[in-house]
């Protein structure tokens, strides 16, 4: 009855199929089937626990039972999602403020050196100067040492990272403690650097640590597709516990990381961050640095009339000078990265001093800053943290051009100098610390840029907030009533539109909302940051991609807003026709070929030369193997080996009929000489003698091939690069005799011809695909696929490249490479064409609507009666 139950069903569901009914019968069958299939799975997966513990029925079963049931039940919820953000949020947390109480007592302790020698110039310059320079040459020198990944800021590595591409350097143990211990020497130094972009990285490397071992408790974290999910997060959690700012983070993260971004992955990301954040400021708490869990840099800025609606304007002038200066800041880092990148190729001499180059800028920013000198003109006493809290104050500095008669507290009074007045002071500051913080960051240390932009931007904001108050000294008159412009809200604008600016992000505007802990200033700084970004992005790439073009890591560039004609161009416009491919009736010298040759990691098979009918895809890993086990020296021996008995056999039938005939002879008693000389069967026969081992061993003796083909000989070891040893080749293996058995004694003494004529043969055997692992479903694109929906499909699924198909038959191949150069021709040309800018690459003569018919229902004839070489289970 059961039986009649399952076929009813079954023909109830192919009559759905037939007649197209997809209603609620198929959603009932389907259900079903997945509740069968589920029950059918637990219950073999509780026999197979169940399986080794029936052998064992003693007294302590069932407690052994129970503990393996509790065990399963914890490791399966140790496993959870929610446990591994909270990990990661305490983690980064704790590194974080580790790494603030390492960067202030270097800090505080260069002050103390520095205010210890108050009476001797000299010796402060020379502690000025000597402490940062042997801490940045520490940080370089311990990285170079370490990890060399480390350096730099690691947002581009991470943006390439999260596209797909694989670098397991840059997640490893061991740039995460060189990236912790750089960064905080480096930034302890007082150079203009920051960490928020090092945060990002550092996130990552603690999300990958943490997956390693969270892979022990679940087989899911070692999935690549929550591999880069969890990514995703960390960079969130990164920006979150560096700055206290969760919301800001998670939205910065997306924006500077990820082109396209998974929404399942944002509660992810606000939570892990959220978790960050919040154990970052009670550590601060906890430590005494901090009275409560207050923002990070707490403002105080008027609430009942916190701006006019006349200073609008202003604000958006503001935003667009910080779009230039986000474009020159981006301009300028470029151009000191590739001098000094040339400098190293055309001379070794900072490739052997490699810690000369950061020494020597540390000493000129030093020198710049040094208090008693010009960095008296430029607040040069504070640090980055001093210097923002200063620049948000919300007193005017000026009025009229001179400076108030009032006692400034706290940092205020290092922008107050007796002889000039305080734009000059902020003017200089603006300017030197713009390009020094250019400099800066192309030293080989970890560093990031975000922090030196934003104060740069506040210190130009300021200056703007200073030039308006001292213009409007009573405020500007609304409805009757003056209200004071506070020169601090114009700080925050400035540092929030150039950060953006150089970033290409609008998320820095929450990210200052959080840092200052008020929204008082919401539309003016929102208006500056997008004006900004609108120049910015019109005139320069953001800095991320910049050094991802300078470091050439292969990612896909944006398609430029406002551009048009990039709506025109096509796959067959861009794509390589030249398509490397294997036939299934191929030979492996055909592989060997494609392996010297390929340039992709996989290679397309075809079922033949003449109908180039896509069947799948086989990885240049899957070649490799195959063609080391034709080519391999088990394979050689074994051919050996029968050549050996089958001469056994030859030699004992000969001896038997020998023996035959002489018995018979001898029952006659005739005898005869057998010549030795003239008979081909006799045992006796002498073999021509080889060479000795010794004299084969000789370089001198051994006769490279000469043929065209004999490039492949020893073929499988010259795909890489290396030379035959023929000790190695010529020796007999220790233990031949019990490998092939005791009753044939096989010895390998083929000489370098030998062996490559005997790989010639093999090279020209068909190849056998019964043992490979085939994609059958490889990614294809039409030759119609425009170039907008081909950018968007290798952004979202991370390609590398693409198979361009045409009715089955594979015509093309479409890579980052030539998306990337397809990219860069469109958006160069302006206004409307009539032709694609790429069209003289299209191919001549297109198949008419009959012809693509035919060739539709040859295809489905031809797929009918083939059959693939399927993927084997791990199983079989």
């Given at each position: 009855m ?5 076929d009813?069903r ?5 009559q759905?199929?037939k ?9 009932e069958y389907t259900k079903?089937?997945a509740?069968?299939?589920r029950?059918s ?5 509780v026999?197979?626990?169940?399986k080794p513990?029936?052998?064992n029925k ?6 052994r039972?129970?503990?393996v049931r509790?065990?399963?039940f914890l490791?399966?919820?140790v496993?959870?999602?929610?446990i591994f953000?909270i ?14 109480f ?6 505080h302790?260069l ?5 210890s020698?108050?009476?001797?110039v ?5 502690a000025w ?6 801490l ?5 020198g311990?990285v ?6 480390a ?5 581009p590595?991470?943006k390439?990272?999260?596209r ?7 997640l490893s143990l061991?740039?995460?403690?060189a990236k912790?211990?750089?960064?905080t020497?480096?930034l ?10 090092p ?12 997956m ?13 597709s929550?591999?880069?999910?969890m ?7 990164g920006?979150?516990?560096?700055f206290a ?5 998670v939205?910065?993260?997306?924006e500077i990381?990820?082109q ?6 944002y509660?992810r990301?606000i939570?892990a961050?959220?978790i960050?954040?919040?154990i ?11 009275e409560?869990i207050t ?8 609430l009942?009339?916190p701006?006019?609606?006349q ?8 935003g667009i ?5 986000g ?5 300028l880092?470029g151009?000191?990265?590739r001098?000094?990148?040339k400098q190293?190729?055309n ?6 001093k490699?810690?000369l180059y ?5 000493l000129l920013i ?12 430029m607040?040069g006493?504070?640090?980055m943290?001093?210097t923002?809290e200063a620049?948000?104050?919300n007193?005017t500095?000026a009025?009229?051009?001179i ?6 507290m706290g940092h205020?009074?290092a ?9 000059v002071?902020l003017?200089?500051f603006t300017?030197m ?5 250019a400099?800066a960051?192309?030293?080989p240390?970890p560093y990031?840029s975000f922090?030196?932009?934003f104060?740069i931007?506040?210190?130009f904001?300021?200056?703007?907030g ?12 609304t409805n009757g ?6 020169p601090?809200g114009?700080?925050?604008?400035g540092a929030?539109?150039l950060s953006?600016?150089v970033?290409?992000?609008?998320s820095?505007?929450?990210i200052v909302?959080e840092?200052?802990?008020?929204i ?9 940051v997008?004006?900004a970004n ?9 800095l991320?991609d ?5 470091k050439?890591?292969p990612f896909?560039p944006?398609l430029?807003?406002?551009h ?5 161009i096509?796959?067959e ?8 491919y ?7 010298r ?8 390929g ?5 397309a098979?075809v079922?033949?030369?003449?109908s180039?009918?896509?069947l799948?895809s086989i990885e240049?890993?899957?070649l490799?193997?195959l063609?080391s086990l ?5 394979r ?7 050549r050996?008995?089958?001469?056994k ?12 005939n002489?018995?018979?002879q001898a029952s006659q ?8 000389e003239d ?6 026969c002498?073999?021509p ?10 370089p001198s003796v051994?006769e490279?091939p000469?043929s ?5 000989g020893?073929?499988f070891?010259?795909?890489y690069g290396?030379i035959?040893?023929?000790e ?6 220790p233990?031949?005799?019990?490998f092939?058995g005791d009753d044939?004694?096989?010895e390998?003494?083929?000489t ?8 010639e ?7 056998n695909?019964n043992n ?12 119609r696929t ?7 499909i290798?952004?979202?699924?991370g390609?590398d490249?693409?198979y361009?198909t045409?009715i ?5 191949v479409?890579s980052?490479k030539e ?5 860069e ?5 302006e206004?409307?064409?009539?032709r694609p800018?790429?069209?003289s690459?299209?191919?001549k003569g297109?198949?008419s609507?009959k012809n693509e ?7 489905r004839?031809?797929?009918?009666s ?11």
């Amino acid at each position: 009855m059961a039986g009649d139950g399952s076929d009813q069903r079954a023909l109830q569901y192919e009559q759905t199929l037939k007649y197209g009914r997809y209603s609620e019968d198929f959603g009932e069958y389907t259900k079903e089937e997945a509740a069968r299939l589920r029950e059918s799975g637990q219950r073999r997966s509780v026999s197979q626990t169940l399986k080794p513990l029936e052998n064992n029925k003693g007294r302590c079963a069932k407690c052994r039972f129970c503990t393996v049931r509790c065990l399963k039940f914890l490791i399966s919820r140790v496993g959870e999602d929610w446990i591994f953000l909270i990990l990661l949020g305490l983690l980064m947390a704790l590194v974080s403020w580790v790494m603030d109480f390492g960067i202030n007592s270097c800090l505080h302790a260069l002050m103390w050196i520095y205010n210890s020698l108050d009476s001797y110039v000299f010796l402060q310059y020379l502690a000025w100067v000597i402490y940062p320079v042997v801490l940045i040459c520490f940080s370089a020198g311990f990285v170079q040492i370490l990890a060399p990944p480390a350096a730099g800021s690691g947002i581009p590595e991470m943006k390439a990272i999260l596209r797909g591409v694989v670098m397991k350097e840059y997640l490893s143990l061991k740039t995460f403690v060189a990236k912790i211990i750089g960064l905080t020497t480096a930034l302890g130094s007082g150079m203009p650097l920051g960490k928020e972009g090092p945060f990002v990285h550092l996130g990552g490397l603690c999300a990958a640590v943490l997956m390693r071992f969270m892979s022990l408790f679940g087989e899911i974290y070692e999935n690549e597709s929550r591999y880069i999910e969890m990514l995703a997060a960390a960079c969130a959690v990164g920006v979150g516990s560096c700055f206290a700012a969760p919301i800001g983070g998670v939205l910065f993260s997306i924006e500077i990381t990820s082109q396209f971004f998974s929404v399942r992955t944002y509660w992810r990301g606000i939570f892990a961050a959220t978790i960050g954040a919040f154990i970052f400021r009670v550590l601060a708490v906890w430590n005494t640095d901090a009275e409560t869990i207050t923002a990070l840099l707490r403002t105080s800025f008027r609430l009942d009339f916190p701006f006019g609606l006349q200073e609008l304007p202003a604000f958006g002038a503001l935003g667009i000078a910080c779009g230039f200066g986000g474009a020159l800041f981006v301009y300028l880092n470029g151009v000191i990265v590739r001098f000094i990148k040339k400098q190293k190729a055309n001379n070794g001499f900072l490739m052997k001093k490699h810690l000369l180059y950061p020494a020597l800028v540390t000493l000129l920013i030093s020198t710049l800053t040094f208090p008693p000198g010009f960095g008296q003109f430029m607040a040069g006493k504070l640090n980055m943290m001093e210097t923002m809290e200063a620049l948000l104050d919300n007193r005017t500095w000026a009025k009229h051009d001179i400076a108030e008669e009032f006692e400034h507290m706290g940092h205020s009074e290092a922008w107050i100098h007796p002889q000039v007045n305080v734009f000059v002071t902020l003017g200089l500051f603006t300017f030197m610390k713009f390009w020094m913080s250019a400099l800066a960051t192309t030293m080989p240390v970890p560093y990031g840029s975000f922090m030196p932009v934003f104060v740069i931007g506040a210190g130009f904001g300021r200056l703007v907030g200073e030039g308006m108050a001292t213009w409007f000294p009573d405020g500007i008159p609304t409805n009757g009533t003056s209200y004071p412009i506070v020169p601090g809200g114009y700080a925050a604008v400035g540092a929030a539109a150039l950060s953006g600016a150089v970033s290409h992000s609008v998320s820095t505007a929450v990210i200052v909302f959080e840092m200052t802990g008020q929204i008082t200033h919401i539309l003016p700084i929102i208006l500056a940051v997008i004006l900004a970004n609108i120049v910015a992005q019109s005139l320069s790439p953001s800095l991320y991609d910049s050094l991802i073009k300078i470091k050439k890591l292969p990612f896909l560039p944006e398609l430029g807003w406002g551009h048009h004609e990039k709506y025109d161009i096509h796959v067959e416009d861009m794509m390589e026709r030249e398509v490397q491919y294997i036939a299934l009736n191929c030979s492996y010298r055909d592989l060997h070929n494609v392996l010297l040759t390929g340039h992709h990691n996989t290679v397309a098979l075809v079922e033949s030369a003449e109908s180039m009918i896509l069947l799948g895809s086989i990885e240049l890993a899957q070649l490799q193997e195959l063609l080391s086990l034709q080519l391999d020296r088990p394979r050689r021996l074994e051919n050996i080996r029968e050549r050996a008995v089958q001469d056994k056999k030859r030699l004992s039938v000969v001896s038997n009929d020998s023996s035959e005939n002489s018995s018979h002879q001898a029952s006659q008693e005739v005898s005869f000489q057998i010549s030795t000389e003239d008979s081909s069967l006799s045992p006796t026969c002498p073999v021509p003698q080889k060479p000795l081992k010794p004299a084969l061993k000789r370089p001198s003796v051994v006769e490279r091939p000469t043929s065209p083909h004999d490039h492949s000989g020893i073929a499988f070891k010259n795909l890489y690069g290396t030379i035959p040893d023929t000790e190695t080749l010529e020796e007999p293996p220790p233990n031949l005799k019990s490998f092939f058995g005791d009753d044939v004694d096989v010895e390998d003494d083929m000489t370098i011809r030998e062996i490559t004529e005997w790989e010639e043969k093999q090279l020209d055997e068909q190849v056998n695909f019964n043992n490979c692992k085939i994609d059958p479903a490889p990614f294809q694109l039409v030759e119609r696929t425009s170039l907008h929906k081909t950018h968007t499909i290798f952004s979202v699924l991370g390609l590398d490249h693409a198979y361009v198909t045409s009715i089955g038959r594979l015509v093309g191949v479409v890579s980052v490479k030539e998306l990337h150069k397809a990219i860069e021709g469109s958006v160069k040309v302006e206004g409307a064409k009539a032709r694609p800018a790429l069209a003289s690459f299209r191919d001549k003569g297109k198949s008419s609507s009959k012809n693509e018919a035919t060739d539709v229902h040859k295809l489905r004839d031809r797929l009918k009666s083939m059959q693939l070489p399927r993927e084997h289970t791990p199983s079989e």
